[in-house]
């Protein structure tokens, strides 16, 4: 198995662990944070969307800061998941496309980010830990809000034992 399949199957594992989170919360859970502060989910979607979308279009040829690209307002999107899945979906489509026409050799040229040249594979590890770390914050967002209504992706945790 190649390494960009092993990345491609660790950016597929955290879109799942998303897309579950976010199957499970309400319309208005979607655009509220449960302690008050913070990002709500639909924030951190409309994000995660906007740097996939700048960063793997054109990864190879082009800066991964495309110019069209408005990081400020992605923190500040309230919208419904009606407004913001579908560019949640283009983006994972965009992701798919683009690491299933790389291979292993690709991971060693250099690309351009934020006009600096980088290794082609630095950039990817660094966009997936990028994923990675709002991913959780999306579940932990979902599972905050739904509280023992949370339904896990894997095994439920078990209970812990009872003393005597």
Same mark, same amino acid.
């Given at each position: 198995m190649s390494i960009v399949s092993l990345i491609l199957q660790d950016?597929?594992?955290q879109f799942a662990a998303i897309d579950h989170a976010v199957a499970q919360v309400s319309e208005g859970q979607f655009t509220s944070v449960p302690a008050g502060e913070g990002n709500p989910i639909t924030s951190l979607v /409309?994000? *995660?969307s906007g740097a996939l979308l700048s960063r793997v279009d054109g990864f190879l040829v082009l800066d991964q800061e495309?110019?069209?690209?408005d990081r400020h307002s992605e923190f500040h999107a309230l919208a419904p998941k009606s407004a913001i899945l579908p560019r949640w979906e283009e983006a994972k489509t965009l992701v798919h496309r683009e690491l299933s026409a790389? %291979? +292993?050799a690709d991971l060693g040229k250099q690309v *351009?980010?934020?006009g600096q040249k980088l290794p /082609?594979? +630095?950039t990817l590890l660094r966009l997936l830990t990028h994923v990675a770390y709002h991913a959780g914050q999306v579940v932990l967002l979902a599972r905050l809000h739904l509280g023992p209504a949370w339904k896990p992706a894997t095994a439920p945790t078990p209970a812990? /034992? %009872?003393s005597r």
């Open positions: 950016f597929e594992r /409309a994000h *995660l495309k110019p069209w690209r790389f %291979t +292993d *351009l980010f934020r /082609a594979g +630095d812990p /034992a %009872t």
